[in-house]
């Protein structure tokens, strides 16, 4: 009988032993050691969820000032440039800690370019070129700065 007991208390005391953590591997804080999710993930997406008030200079289309949102991606790795460049076009960029990268098709258009974040300044350079064209010989090339 002693021994069922002590088989029952080393079974109670390994399996509480288990150590808790983030077990997501695309979170920031992911924890390789960590063998029970504790519900702590946080991902470098969040960073960049939020309105922008963004300024952009394009080499052929000059500078304008307008509002860009971004939105949770449909993962975890990814978010969404909503009125992308002042182009009424939603951008789905690729996250990896502070930086971004995307290049999307749309409606004959190609958005291609990369980016980054500090603090609340969200910086991004790219060019846009006809798709059927691409890649171009001279794309419109734009660099934009957007303060949450």
Same mark, same amino acid.
């Given at each position: 009988?002693?021994k069922i007991? #002590?088989?029952?208390?080393? /079974?109670?005391?390994?399996?509480?032993?288990?150590?808790?953590g983030?077990?997501?591997?695309?979170?920031?804080?992911?924890? @390789?050691?960590a063998?029970?999710?504790? $519900?702590?993930?946080?991902?470098?997406?969040?960073?960049?969820?939020?309105?922008?008030? +963004?300024?952009? +200079?394009?080499?052929?289309?000059?500078?304008t000032?307008?509002?860009?949102?971004?939105?949770? $991606?449909?993962?975890?790795a990814?978010?969404?440039?909503?009125?992308?460049?002042?182009?009424?076009?939603? #951008?789905?960029? @690729?996250?990896?800690?502070?930086?971004?990268?995307?290049k999307?098709d749309?409606?004959g258009?190609?958005?291609?370019?990369? $980016?980054?974040i500090? $603090?609340?300044?969200? +910086? /991004?350079?790219y060019e #846009?070129?006809?798709?059927?064209?691409?890649?171009?010989?001279?794309?419109? /090339?734009?660099?934009?700065?957007?303060?949450?």
């Open positions: 009988m002693k007991a #002590v088989l029952a208390m080393l /079974i109670i005391l390994i399996s509480a032993c288990k150590k808790k983030c077990t997501d591997a695309l979170a920031e804080n992911y924890s @390789t050691e063998k029970k999710d504790d $519900g702590t993930c946080t991902y470098a997406q969040t960073k960049f969820i939020g309105t922008f008030n +963004t300024n952009q +200079t394009c080499y052929y289309g000059g500078d000032t307008f509002s860009m949102s971004v939105t949770e $991606g449909p993962s975890k990814e978010i969404v440039i909503n009125n992308f460049g002042n182009f009424d076009v939603s #951008v789905k960029a @690729t996250v990896a800690g502070g930086n971004i990268s995307f999307e749309i409606a258009i190609t958005y291609e370019g990369t $980016g980054y500090v $603090g609340n300044t969200l +910086t /991004i350079n #846009v070129c006809e798709t059927y064209y691409y890649p171009c010989s001279d794309p419109e /090339i734009c660099s934009l700065t957007g303060t949450k």
